[in-house]
């Protein structure tokens, strides 16, 4: 009974207007910003974690999950290499690979590449690449010989289209009757994929492994394997197993390791964001003190009543800390589910705010990930909504303290 009076009292404070309504006022203005700090925090971590997830898979579709290269040599028997790791638990595929940097020649123009000879075969079971071909197809690297695809980037900036002819050239050199020549070989471009990062667009080509083993000379070896996973999380834990299985004669590295820096930073800069746009609940918290003290104030004569009417000092920060905590539940709850709705349909609602307004905020001509990718994880969301919620709380304490310091006599003396 005695909470139930302290609720009642609490909430008739947080709804019930003072003489000139500016109390009131200002409770609506600190609600108000808990909405909308809660509702950005989700909104905007959701749509960081979507930018992330988008990116990492545009990654892993070029990416291996674990790669296996020899200690500065290549790999002579790779194919029971292959066999010892298709056992293991989570392999889904394998695929050898050759690489070497080269140059790349359409007439007066060049650009370094580096070219990658692939089985495409073996290649779709550790790859997406060619889901991301946006002219030509991967056929002509099994049909035919001295074929390449390039990036889209790379084909742009040598100026090439499908079928133009486009001349490879080894830093490796052949050592004949004039001394040493270059390695070079004409190839016909059969495809061109764009994924949509510049390290990849820019600078990757792909051709088959066997003629990549003829221009480098390397027949019967190649540089490494790639292998992809079941479930590309179990990398780390794969790649250890790995490691001791094939020994200390390989070198053995998985995605989160190659990729850790980038990966870090966004890490860091959703870190930066999140302790930002927590400000925006920090302000409002400050609203709630100065509100409460407002309304101690605002309220004093009805307090010295209470406590004269025996109601302890403990009770009276009660009252106060309730109705602090009403503020900072409504505004978490409410900002909560908007930030949620609006995490889901973020990208419906960016579609409809340009075709209001009539402008494309991220053209596709210009940016690869022309959309909203949005991911929305409970755990963010479950710590947002502490946070706030907390926040809101610690700020009730000091105004319920101040309430809980009147002194009835003095109050009602001059009343």
């Known amino acids: 009974m005695k ?30 910003g808990i909405i909308i700090g809660v509702w ?29 290269t020899g200690n500065q040599r290549m790999l ?46 073996l290649e779709k079971t550790v790859s997406n690449i060619f889901d991301s071909l946006i002219e030509g197809n991967e056929q002509s690297l099994n049909r035919e010989r001295w074929q390449i695809i390039l990036g889209s980037d790379l084909a742009e900036k040598l100026n090439l289209k499908v079928t133009d002819k486009v001349t490879v050239i080894t830093p490796e050199a052949n050592i004949g009757i004039a001394g040493m020549l ?18 990849y667009d820019n600078t990757l080509a792909f051709i088959n492994i066997d003629d990549a083993a003829n221009l480098l ?15 590309v999380y179990t990398a780390p834990v794969i ?58 104030v605002d309220k004093k004569s009805d307090i010295a009543i209470l406590r ?9 920060i009660s009252i106060f800390v309730v109705q602090g905590s009403l503020i900072g539940f409504i505004g978490t709850v409410v900002g909560g589910i908007v930030g949620v709705l609006t995490a889901i349909n973020i990208d419906a609602i960016i579609s409809t705010i340009e075709q209001i307004v009539g402008i494309e905020f991220f053209p596709k001509s210009i940016y690869v990930i022309s959309d909203f990718p949005s991911d929305l994880r409970w755990r963010d969301v479950s710590l947002i909504l502490a946070t706030s919620f907390s926040f809101s709380l ?11 310091k009147t002194q009835p006599a003095e109050v009602l003396r001059y009343a």
């Not at 000379?217 to 479930?231: A, E, F, P, Y």
């Not at 004269?308 to 009276?316: K, N, P, W």
């Open 3 to 32: 909470y139930s009076v302290e609720l009642l009292i609490g909430f008739r404070y947080l709804v019930a207007k003072n003489r000139d309504g500016f109390v009131s006022f200002i409770s609506f203005i600190s609600v108000l």
């Open 40 to 68: 950005a925090l989700i909104t905007v971590l959701s749509v960081m974690n979507g930018f992330e997830k988008e990116l990492r898979e545009r990654i892993l579709t070029v990416a291996s999950h674990v790669t296996i």
């Open 76 to 121: 002579v028997n790779w194919p029971d290499i292959a066999d010892q790791v298709k056992d293991v638990e989570g392999v889904l595929g394998i695929a050898p690979f050759i690489n070497s940097q080269a140059m790349l020649a359409n007439g007066n123009i060049t650009a370094g590449a580096l070219i990658q000879g692939i089985t495409p075969v």
């Open 182 to 199: 270059p390695r070079l070989k004409q190839f016909t471009v059969s495809g061109i994929f764009e994924l949509g990062m510049y390290e």
């Open 217 to 231: 000379q390397t027949q019967g070896t190649v540089n490494g394997l790639r292998i992809s996973l079941t479930d």
């Open 239 to 296: 790649n250890a197993d790995l490691g001791r299985i094939l020994g200390n004669d390989f070198r053995l590295s998985d995605w989160t390791h190659e990729h850790r820096n980038f990966f870090r930073a966004l890490q860091v800069e959703k870190r930066v964001m999140f302790l930002i746009l927590l400000l925006i609940v920090a302000v409002a918290a400050f609203n709630v003190i100065s509100t409460l003290v407002m309304v101690v």
């Open 308 to 316: 004269t009417l025996g109601l302890s000092s403990q009770s009276v």
């Open 394 to 404: 610690l700020a009730t304490l000091y105004p319920a303290w101040r309430a809980s």
